[in-house]
């Protein structure tokens, strides 16, 4: 069980969801042929990922060329985690208790803001989750407002210069250590793994205070950019 602070306040949020009677397993968006094989593809991903980057400089090809190719393969992984927390969301929670339900096309976009409405949940709070589940990274991706410049940095939104941000390998690597610890954390909370990770005095505000640190910093991005 991990102890990271992603991992925590998924925790919290998936107990106060079952709390709110919101879970109920779904059968038929199961699939445990592909989680398996998921999990065990992302070991492989992670384990070259990290002996590509410690011998890039070893590499006959040119290193802008490398790094355009690790930028590219650390976003579909981060977006590869994402899909996968959407079908994970799909089998555990009850499309009847949200007021809009959801299908097979719903993204987890709208999952998200489905679940937080049901919920009553805060402006403040739904900022943070999405922040959490990195919506805007996916905003970007899945509407291919994106380009790869070298030298190696992905840029989000870049044709918006409100919304645009850019991160590098180690942003990106950042965020691809988020997503797993989003997706672990739900792996380990529906195989009953869920042991106190918070004090009894801590709930959903400190979630609050942890998460809104993460888009301050986004903000902070956007602001030297502009």
Known sequence: MSFQPNYKAVMIILDDI??????QFNKEYLDEEFFRNFIKFRKTFSRTTSELVSKLNTFETKDEELTSFLIYSEMSYI???LDTIKKFLKIII???????????????????????NKMEYSEKLKK???????LDFLD??????????????????HNDEKTKSQLNIKDLADYA????????????????KTKKVENKSDDLDKV?????????QLDEKLDNLS
Not at 18 to 23: F, P
Not at 128 to 134: A, D, N, P, Y
Not at 177 to 192: H, T
Request: charged share 20%; with cysteine; glycine share 8%.
């Open 79 to 81: 977006n590869s985690h």
């Open 128 to 134: 943070s989750i999405r922040g959490l589940f990195l």
């Open 140 to 157: 970007a991706i899945s509407q291919q407002q994106f380009i790869i410049k070298n030298p190696g940095h992905l840029i989000l939104h």
């Open 94 to 116: 009850n499309p009847i208790k949200l007021e809009e339900g959801f299908g097979k096309e719903t993204t987890l976009q709208q999952m998200i803001e489905r679940i937080c």
């Open 208 to 216: 609050v205070d942890s998460l809104t640190e993460q888009v301050r």
């Open 177 to 192: 250590a988020q997503s797993m610890d989003i997706l672990s954390a739900m792996f380990d909370w529906s195989n009953g």
């Open 18 to 23: 079952e709390t709110h009677g919101l879970v």
